[in-house]
């Protein structure tokens, strides 16, 4: 007898409803537009093209100044979850999960990270107590701030009793970077037609989706400690630290290869190579390998292709729209770094969607409403 068939699961059902939470986001960017004047006083402007960009971007005179702040979320639970059940602290990994958050963004608009600021607000102070965890997210703070070649300033411990859970922590971080010289801006101008989309790997989950992947570890009859492949626990699988991409950025200027676009693939999956305003088509031809982790949650929280792709980053990490006759030494450098990359697809002129010609999935540009 085959087993019953597992029940579908949604981001909706697991709490985030981004239906719920984007109108917020435009209001507010419409609100804060209104206050980029202030910048003349002071002799500078914004560049108003990096609005609902994933970074900020105020040119001051000889360079452009970027900046940039993102909270982790809940991937601290699973770390949490997984420390209970092991003993073993993984913070330090997610210390790199939170500064990926803010510097992957940082680079998307052709910034080199600068300084990082931390922001660990626990639920009380006694979370510091426990000196094992406390000391891995400093380690893993650190050497997060080495491989991305940025300073740590500083940063905030609040304990924040009654607002923040007892016993949790919620991080986030800031980022500062430049962009130096002004023609590193990568804010879409020159994205055009018969440009190539090149990405770059994930190494799993990284820290989007973990609302649903907790919700699914809720009906695993082993919940985290679930063998996924031989040798894989769930919540190890879903604890790999995300992907520092700013080395790969700086190489390719190094390099002399022109990004005309760059996209990170975090909330609303692979729906963010819609990103840009443009009324373009993009259309992929060449998956990549899909982490063992995320094709274990789209099995068994029965989620079809468009479902998956529009969620999770499906093994996509990050976007690169780079002219054609750059595309493949835009996969080695990638790969000189570290990084599997992919040749997966050109831009076209046309209607704004994104075609994923080998699942038969299609978004169009009202299926990410940012602006």
Request: some cysteine; proline content about 5%.
């Amino acid at each position: 007898m085959n087993p019953p068939a597992p029940t579908p699961l949604t981001y909706d059902q697991a709490g985030v409803q981004y239906e719920l939470i984007d109108p917020l986001k435009v209001a507010a960017q419409r609100a804060a537009a209104a206050t980029g004047k202030h910048l003349a006083q002071h002799g500078f402007a914004e560049l108003a093209g990096s609005r609902g960009e994933s970074a900020y971007v105020v040119d001051v005179g000889p360079f452009l100044l970027a900046s940039i702040v993102e909270c982790l979320g809940t991937k601290t639970l699973v770390a949490d979850e997984m420390q209970r059940l092991t003993g073993r602290s993984t913070f330090d990994g997610i210390a790199q999960d939170t500064i990926a958050m803010a510097v992957n963004d940082l680079v998307t608009v052709g910034a080199t990270p600068l300084v990082v600021q931390a922001y660990w607000a626990a639920g009380g102070s006694d979370w510091f107590a426990d000196a094992d965890r406390a000391q891995a997210l400093v380690r893993g703070w650190k050497a997060a701030c080495d491989i991305c070649q940025v300073a740590w300033g500083g940063g905030e411990t609040p304990a924040l009793a009654g607002i923040v859970e007892a016993g949790r922590i919620d991080l986030a971080a800031s980022c500062t970077g430049l962009v130096n010289p002004k023609e590193r801006l990568t804010l879409g101008d020159r994205l055009g037609p018969g440009d190539a989309i090149v990405l770059l790997a994930s190494s799993g989950i990284h820290a989007n989706g973990l609302s649903l992947a907790r919700k699914l570890a809720e009906r695993l009859p082993q919940g985290y400690l679930t063998e996924i492949e031989p040798g894989l626990r769930y919540g190890d699988a879903l604890l790999a630290p995300t992907t520092l991409y700013s080395p790969v950025t700086e190489a390719l200027w190094r390099a002399g290869v022109a990004v005309h676009y760059a996209a990170n693939i975090t909330g609303h999956g692979w729906r963010k190579l819609l990103r840009h305003p443009k009324t373009l088509a993009y259309r992929i031809h060449t998956l990549p390998p899909v982490p063992a982790v995320l094709r274990f949650i789209q099995q068994q929280a029965a989620m079809d292709d468009a479902e998956a792709y529009g969620t999770l980053n499906m093994g996509a990490g990050f976007a690169l729209f780079v002219p054609a006759a750059l595309a493949e030494k835009t996969v080695a450098v990638a790969q000189g770094c570290g990084v599997a990359a992919w040749v997966a697809g050109h831009v076209e002129a046309g209607a704004k969607e994104l075609h994923i010609d080998p699942l038969g999935v299609r978004f169009n540009g009202g299926d990410l409403q940012l602006r």
